[in-house]
């Protein structure tokens, strides 16, 4: 999981951690980096979709 | 309320996993989801993957002060970080995950970070910092060999450079570096470059080659469902 994060791109990365590790809200991922909430939303859907295509991936080549 | 269709349910559905949709917007997704066993089992998958990511946080909390350490150690040249400080926490658990990935991009020979990670292990290792039984601090590892350490010591003797080496299992010895100590306390991180797969041991020596403190660290290994 860690090596899929690492292919993020770091804005979208840090999103999918703010949200995921430490329970922020889309509104507040965009006023903790500066962004408008379009944006903030637009990240975390974007790297967790990639994350799990990449889970997915690994299941597959490993079952 | 309205109702949403799977097309909307799809679009929300990576926050809806992370558990960031409040009110309605949420009391719409439940409700789709409650006739609809595709986009059940899409929350189910994604609320999976969601959690993976929380198997990468160490089981103990770093020190106060850790993140920006860790992130000024790592952090990319030329880049500038202008998050405020009183979300210190939320830098903190973006340090913890992704400090192996700012190592990877600030070492060229490490730019492809190793695709090793398996679910179910934990990949930050925490060990406490101990000398005659007693706690003087605590100590990170990433045990990747595109790793990091991070200590953070406090100890009851004179200023003096102190030197970090991991000690295998088998009695084998990596000198991760040497950093000072003053004023009784010590915050560093490095990249360690070496790859662990077993137990290992931290050692803290100071200039006279005197042991300061020392963590034991497990080897990584599954998380118990």
Redesign the interface.
Known sequence: ???????LPAEQ??A???????????RQVAG???IPLGTA?AR??A???K??AA??A?RGDNE | MSEIDCQRFQQLAPEFALNGLVGRERAQMLSHLTGCPTCQKMAHDLAETADRILELVPEADPPAGFELELMTTFRRPGREYRWPASLAAALLAIALVLGGWIVGRSNPAASAPADDARPGVRTVLYAPLIKDELWLGQAYMDPDESGWMYISLTAPVPDTTITCDIIRPEGSTVRIGTFPFTHGHAEWGAATLTKLDAAAVARLSDSQGNVIASARFPPPEAIPD
């Open positions: 999981m860690r090596a899929a994060l690492a292919r990365a840090r999918v951690v703010m949200a995921a590790v430490y329970g922020m809200t889309a903790f980096e500066g939303k975390i859907h790297g967790l979709l994350l799990h889970r997915l690994w």
